[in-house]
């Protein structure tokens, strides 16, 4: 998970919550995202009441797997309103489907350094997963060198953190606008 804050076309990304255990619920994630946010609700709140949170995600979150009661957006939903309510109100923000690869990238890319040379995304030195993620991730290649259009995911504790960033910046700041037709 990544703790970010939007301010005008800026992005800074301002911690990572990284669980290493494959057996993390998304419930359990709630609660270390609570955990680690509660600092930052006491005084939200005190101030300005709700802390305002608008989640992000892959649109698979949106799919119900046999091994659980509800899909993962749900399960968050109803994390959130029967323990937080008024404390933290969410908003969960996720595409119907995931956005390709290559155009994820892009978008982190386009916030890394947009048009004109200029950053629009920070990121605190503290977000070291995230940051070796950028560093290191790349493309798989094919048998002749050349790059295709999958992530290299051999290191399992790789792309997890460029993935969050990447749906976050194609939602917020997709680089295609969506074709409805002519008008009729």
Known sequence: ??????IGPNVHVLNEIVVRSNDCTTSQACRIFVDRAAPYCDMVNRLYGALD??????ASGNQRRTSAPATDWTIIRDFFRQFHNGVI??????????PFVRDRINCVNARLRN???EPQLFI????????????EVCFTTDST??????LNKSDRHRTHMSD???????????LRGYFQGPPY
Do not use: W
């Open 164 to 174: 969050a960033l990447g749906y976050y910046t194609s939602q917020a700041f997709p």
């Open 145 to 150: 060198g050349a790059p295709t259009n999958e």
């Open 89 to 98: 109100q969410i908003s969960c923000r996720f595409a119907t489907t995931n």
């Open 124 to 135: 605190s030195p503290g977000c070291k997963e995230l940051i070796r993620d950028l560093e």
């Open 1 to 6: 998970m990544l703790l970010m804050q939007r």
């Open 53 to 58: 949170v608008h989640i992000y995600g892959d």
């Open 115 to 117: 048009t004109f040379g």
